[in-house]
């Protein structure tokens, strides 16, 4: 192992300087830190009471393919991120 000294610095002074680096660093970690969300999975009943439509609407768009549905054995599912991206902004 190597030796390192300080020179002409306090004990203080080194504990000050590194607890304001960690805090440096701990600031930038919040500013970039994004937590991942689990994807929310919404039914076709979800669906419509969200967008205040019928059912029957929702699966004309599944056909028109204006809305993509996920599925397991007899059940549509359908990612509520991707049903909000559907959505466009009107003038």
Known sequence: ???????????EQLLEAI???VKL????????????EPEE???RHEVAK???CDI???????AKGKLKPYGIGNRVYYK???IEQCLIPLR
């Open 50 to 52: 969200l967008l205040k």
């Open 1 to 11: 192992m190597s030796t390192l000294q300080f020179i002409q610095i306090t004990p």
């Open 80 to 82: 509520r991120v991707e």
């Open 25 to 36: 660093q701990l600031e930038t970690l919040k500013k970039d830190f994004k937590p991942q």
């Open 41 to 43: 999975y919404l039914t």
């Open 56 to 62: 029957s609407t929702i699966h004309n768009w599944t």
């Open 19 to 21: 607890i304001a680096g």
